[in-house]
């Protein structure tokens, strides 16, 4: 099969507006986690989130547009004209061979919300024409084909918080098959609404520490309480290996492996000691056909069962604790941005690999037992990082995980 490399790099979340200020606060430790402003949260049990701030729309789209996008389309398109732009992709590029592969686990659910309430106190007639096509989680690939003239595969995954990872595994098979010479992937995600935010809350998935925002999610630590919401989207440019080093483009790294497996547990718990997740990871490896990993970002949602058994099944992976390399989440500083965290994430490890830098766990205060890894915990770390691997795990029990290397 054809190799894949990854030549561009797009990031938007609560921490910055683009990659590079987004990594160097994640790097520094600082979180986006604060009290919601995009709706008076007075009403809820949880209050806090980490919200991209003072983006305006119009930035990437023409006014009269904006309405017929959801704020999560807005913010995936931020993001993938800036893995174009990093890829250096000009007009010479062939377009019939460059497809789409997005990803969001919810999709538009603001607008769903706010067309439901249209609906129910001012009748069906009153609904925006806009409303379907600006919250179909695929609009997301369209409205970013449409603006690129992208003509290759338009493809979309909805798999929960997995959906970013599986969009690039999707989009690695497409280009290693012949289906593509190159994707953009992109993963968005904005479900900061009250609906969205009543209902995770309602699962008592949420951490509800509302007077203390900063120190609300604490991956692997003993005191965490919840995940905390975010939104934001993460956008890589993936090309065939010899046509990337046909145009001299800039290569971060090689696609090397991915794994993916379903727990077939419960539709919110993973499987017992990670096992669904240890599979994936283990076809990942095996795909990837690489004897140790430097670094690991971790799925790390500041859940009690999550940290606990992706910790478990990262130690069977490598044959106990004393075998395994340096994990970090890094949903202590964006959160949980749902369906875009794995190709925030991606676009994080790959930086962290350039870079020579591994992005701390904050908020790491209480070792936990059940949890003993090393967390890097609360400061980056310095280190070579020739192969890393990054994990999403999703509700449904679906799994996913992608293996990078340095060419």
């Known amino acids: 099969m054809r190799r894949v490399v990854v030549t561009g790099l797009g990031m938007i979340n609560a921490l910055g507006h683009e990659r590079e200020s987004s990594f160097q606060r994640i790097v520094a430790g600082e979180t986006g986690v604060d009290r919601i402003t995009l709706f008076d949260p007075s009403n809820q049990s949880v209050q806090i989130a980490a919200e991209v701030k003072d983006f305006d729309p119009r930035e990437v789209m023409d006014p009269k547009e904006v309405k017929k996008a959801d704020r999560f389309i807005q913010l995936g398109i931020k993001a993938a004209r800036e893995a174009m732009e990093d890829a250096g992709i000009d007009g010479s590029v062939e377009r019939e061979l460059f497809g789409v592969s997005c990803a969001s686990g919810i999709g538009g659910l603001p607008t769903i919300e706010k067309n439901s309430i249209i609906c129910s106190t001012r009748g069906p007639r009153r609904i925006s024409p806009f409303f379907i096509p600006s919250a179909l989680a695929n609009m997301l690939g369209g409205f ?17 918080c997995a959906a970013g990872t599986h969009a690039i595994s999707e989009a690695a098979k497409t280009i290693m098959l012949g289906g593509a010479e190159r994707m953009v992937v992109v993963g968005a995600e904005a479900a900061i609404c009250p609906i969205g935010i009543g209902g995770f809350a309602a699962m008592k998935a949420l951490s509800t520490s509302n007077d203390d925002p900063k120190h609300a999610s604490r991956p692997f630590d ?10 934001g989207s993460g956008a890589l440019i993936l090309e065939e290996y010899e046509a990337a080093k046909k145009r001299g483009a800039k290569i971060y790294a090689e696609v090397v492996g991915f794994g993916e497996s379903g727990d077939a547990n419960h539709i919110t718990t993973p499987a017992p000691e990670g096992e669904g997740a240890y599979r994936a990871m283990r076809a990942a490896l095996k795909m990837a056909g690489v004897e140790r990993v430097d670094y690991i970002n971790a799925h790390g949602t500041s859940t009690k ?15 106990g604790r004393e075998n395994c390399p340096p994990v970090s989440s890094t949903k202590g500083q964006t959160a949980h941005c749902l369906g875009a965290a794995g190709a925030i994430e991606a676009v994080i490890t790959l930086m962290a690999m350039e870079r020579g830098v591994i992005p701390p766990t904050i908020n790491y205060e209480e070792p936990d037992p059940d949890c003993d890894l090393d967390y890097v915990p609360n400061e980056a770390r310095e280190a070579r990082i020739d192969v890393a691997m990054s994990n999403s795990f999703g509700f449904g029990g679906t799994n996913g995980v992608v293996v990078f290397k340095k060419v």
């Open 144 to 160: 970013v084909s449409i603006e690129h003239s992208l003509k290759g595969p338009n493809l979309a995954s909805v798999t929960a």
């Open 222 to 231: 003993a005191k965490r309480n919840g995940f905390v919401m975010g939104e």
């Open 305 to 319: 069962y999550n940290d606990w058994y992706e910790t478990m099944a990262i130690k069977r992976l490598f044959g």
